[in-house]
Nanobody, 120 residues
């Protein structure tokens, strides 16, 4: 059983920054580094969407809406995935989750997520 725990969200003013963290634990040990991982978000009344991905080879991809503002990274030794968010906008308000990004059939159980609210 693999658990994902997200943290680092909060209330921030437009233009501000936040750094989200995702800790993976459980029976993953040496295979975490083989997973492609991603950060997803779900805004009120909307479907969950992928905003950033990072492959096992550290190649990163971003949704157009966050490109140039968000940076995803990973630390395999610590089994952590991070999302650095800058120049935040009100439309970035959502609950943010991390999970695998190897395809829908390989998703792990979703964690609780961490809420991000961008408001003045």
């Amino acid at each position: 059983q693999v658990q994902l725990v997200e943290s680092g969200g909060g209330l921030v003013q437009p233009g501000g920054s936040l750094r989200l963290s995702c800790a993976a634990s459980g029976n993953i040990f040496s295979i975490f580094n083989l997973y492609a991982m991603g950060w997803y978000r779900q805004a009120p009344g909307k479907q969950r969407e992928l905003v950033a991905g990072i492959t096992a080879g550290f190649t990163t991809t971003y949704a157009d809406s966050v490109k140039g503002r968000f940076t995803i990274s990973r630390d395999n030794a610590k089994k952590m995935v991070y999302l650095e968010m800058r120049t935040l906008k009100p439309e970035d308000t959502a609950v943010y989750y991390c999970n695998r990004n190897d395809g829908p059939t390989l998703l792990l159980s979703w964690g609780q997520g961490t809420p991000v609210t961008v408001s003045s």
